[in-house]
């Protein structure tokens, strides 16, 4: 089995305070990554930065509103972030491809596959993918919350062993970092809360705080694979914690590894076209240590338009979220059997992940 790691680097990382890339701290990055893949290891690389970039070299006379700025800094920036990493991978005798993406393309599970598919062949043939969200053409409401959730999404479509999330903070403290007492979290647990002032801070340059990492991180946990929140401009960083060094925040993951197509479905809260209501005695055997599909006698209400196929929401009689799954019904004949015996699951157990 190969060793798979998922490396993100944030744009508070990878640039400095005049919005330009920081070519010494992206060499020694690539040079750590370098280092891992003659060791055996294959990488795959979450690169923010591009946005960054392209504020460091242009300012429009023009007043643009806030997607279209980001669309051209984008489209200019991305240029001059990939032409530094192909050189330097270059330098080593490696090769580096560029992979864009939006959120559109974890949608639909044949795109995914797809995208699963020529990512896993790039690895297979020693490429290292560097992925990016594909500002150029993204609009708001497909955007991602920031390039953290598109690591986690990476990690479990490619069934990672290991994610580094690389900012510039040093990990999850219990207070914000700025007081005094505030103290490292050294692991978190799938149960953990997040802290209520643990510094939700991005600087000007980035769009994720430390929350959002944190949530982001315990999702990836409770996949089965382990994630670490660290500082990427601490000396040598990549290459310590693949080592084993304690460096950061860890998040101890899952023991039990949902199958693929429930990582898909994980990962799929975004787009779900509608959900489900269950009843206590449904929720109760969803629940339970056995295995169970949800059965159409549990249903109390459809909401939503969606066919069969489609990602729905199941909520319990509170409206609480309990998890994700592929519905096998329209929402039409979905709704027709609600509370019925001897009827074909609504939501497969193959097909359902309970959060």
């Avoid at 798979?4 to 640039?15: A, D, M, P």
């Avoid at 600087?203 to 929140?229: D, E, L, N, Y």
């Avoid at 206590?280 to 056995?290: I, M």
Wanted: overall charge positive; some cysteine.
């Amino acid at each position: 089995m190969d060793n798979r790691i998922c490396v993100k680097i944030g744009s508070n990382v990878l640039t400095g305070e005049n919005g330009l890339p920081n070519e010494k701290l992206i060499k020694s990055i690539t040079r750590q990554i370098g280092e891992l893949i003659k060791a055996g290891k294959k990488i795959i690389l979450v690169s923010s930065g591009a946005v960054a970039a392209g504020r460091g070299i242009f300012t429009s006379n023009k007043k643009l509103d806030t997607v279209a700025e980001r669309q051209l800094l984008s489209s200019l920036g991305q240029i001059r972030l990939i032409n530094l990493y192909s050189n330097l991978f270059g330098e080593l005798g490696m090769l580096c491809s560029q992979v864009l993406v939006t959120r559109q393309d974890f949608k639909d599970r044949h795109h995914y596959l797809n995208m699963q598919n020529c990512l896993n062949a790039l690895l297979d043939n020693s490429i290292i993918p560097i992925v990016n969200e594909n500002d150029v053409i993204s609009i708001t409401e497909l955007m991602f919350t920031d390039n953290d959730e598109l690591a986690g999404l990476i990690s479990a479509m490619l069934n990672v062993d290991t994610l580094y999330i690389l900012t510039n903070v040093a990990g999850i403290y219990d207070a914000n970092p700025d007081e005094k007492d505030a103290k490292l979290i050294a692991e978190v647990d799938s149960t953990m809360r997040p802290p209520a002032l643990s510094g939700n801070s991005a600087s000007g340059f980035g769009r994720g705080g430390i929350i959002t990492k944190f949530h982001t991180a315990q999702k990836v946990a409770r996949m089965g694979i382990p994630v670490v929140i660290a500082d990427g401009k601490e000396e040598n960083i990549i290459v310590r914690l693949n080592e084993g060094e304690k460096i950061g925040t860890f998040f101890k993951p899952e023991k039990k590894s949902p199958s693929n197509r429930k990582k898909w479905i994980a990962t799929s809260q975004s787009h779900a076209k509608g959900y489900v209501v269950i009843n206590e005695g449904a929720k109760r055997k969803l629940l339970s240590k056995n295995a169970a599909s949800l059965l159409p006698v549990g249903v109390l209400g459809v909401k939503g338009e969606f066919k069969r196929g489609d990602i729905i929401r199941i909520l319990d009689e509170h409206h609480k979220e309990l998890g994700l799954g592929q519905c096998r019904y329209g929402s039409e004949k979905a709704r027709a059997v609600i509370g019925m015996k001897n009827q074909k699951p609504v939501i497969h157990y193959d097909h359902l992940y309970l959060h």
